[in-house]
């Protein structure tokens, strides 16, 4: 495999209403429309088709939901089928490495220390990075209040039963209940929502949906250094 500072990676940023990719080394972001019906083979053909002229060595999926050891081990709540088993490597051609997406935007965002990241979008993403090591979370289907869910308060779905007012404090107290509780030195919030938030959380900072991107680039590129230096923590590691 190539160095680190030649390797092209691909990104794709799997999401409820839309798929976005970029390149390594290009600053173009090209994108096209998910929703309920898509299978993970029609992702893959409408990638290839966007991709078009783009070179890439190795290629990074975010992928909304669970993801242990590389492998997807439930469907997508908001996608069509086909997800869980199918080979992506195979499909795209190249080396690839599937994570949450949650944490792919959390890598792209690390900064240090104890990192809580939530994305508020179609649902609630959530992952925590500690001193380099991340753990992707599912707190979106935990109990809240009420018979709820933390999604469905500060998911979309939540956002607009609720109306603006009401979800922005809704949100306010669900950041600081799980940073609390998680002792999180900062929490970064992302996700297409989270730019109707008029104030930000004590101790929050807002993301950028770049950082998914960058996340991407990252996954591979910390690994590279790490199979030169021979050790397996050096940078962001998934744990």
């Given at each position: 495999?190539?160095?680190?500072?030649?390797?092209?990676?691909?990104?794709?940023?799997?999401?409820?209403?839309?798929?976005?990719?970029?390149?390594?080394?290009?600053?173009?972001?090209?994108?096209?429309?998910?929703?309920?019906?898509?299978?993970?083979?029609?992702?893959?053909?409408?990638?290839?088709?966007l991709a078009g002229e783009w070179v890439y060595d190795v290629v990074s999926i975010g992928y909304p939901g669970i993801?242990?050891?590389?492998?997807?081990f439930t469907e997508p709540v908001h996608l069509g089928g086909g997800w869980v088993g199918f080979?992506?490597?195979?499909?795209l051609g190249r080396p690839t490495r599937v994570l949450n997406d949650a944490a792919m935007q959390a890598i792209g965002s690390?900064?240090?220390?104890?990192?809580?990241?939530?994305?508020?979008?179609?649902?609630?993403?959530s992952a925590l990075i500690v001193?380099?090591?991340?753990?992707?979370?599912?707190?979106?289907?935990?109990?809240?209040?009420?018979?709820?869910?933390?999604?469905?308060y500060v998911g979309d779905s939540g956002r607009r039963r609720l109306g603006e007012k009401k979800w922005r404090k809704i949100v306010g107290e669900v950041v600081q209940?799980?940073?609390t509780v998680l002792e999180a030195d900062y929490v970064v919030i992302g996700g297409g929502n989270a730019r109707k938030l008029r104030r930000l959380p004590k101790n929050a900072r807002l993301g950028n949906n770049d950082f998914a991107f960058i996340g991407g680039f990252r996954v591979w590129h910390a690994s590279a250094r790490?199979?030169?230096?021979?050790?397996?923590?050096?940078?962001?590691?998934?744990?």
């Open positions: 495999m190539k160095a680190t500072s030649r390797l092209r990676v691909l990104v794709i940023d799997v999401g409820g209403s839309h798929v976005k990719t970029r390149v390594s080394g290009k600053r173009e972001m090209r994108q096209f429309e998910s929703g309920p019906r898509l299978t993970a083979r029609q992702m893959v053909k409408r990638v290839h088709e993801v242990l050891h590389g492998k997807l080979d992506f490597a195979k499909a690390y900064e240090g220390g104890r990192m809580l990241y939530l994305g508020l979008g179609t649902g609630l993403g001193d380099g090591i991340v753990a992707p979370m599912e707190l979106a289907h935990l109990m809240f209040k009420k018979g709820r869910s933390y999604e469905d209940q799980l940073s790490q199979g030169r230096r021979g050790r397996k923590r050096a940078g962001v590691t998934l744990a």
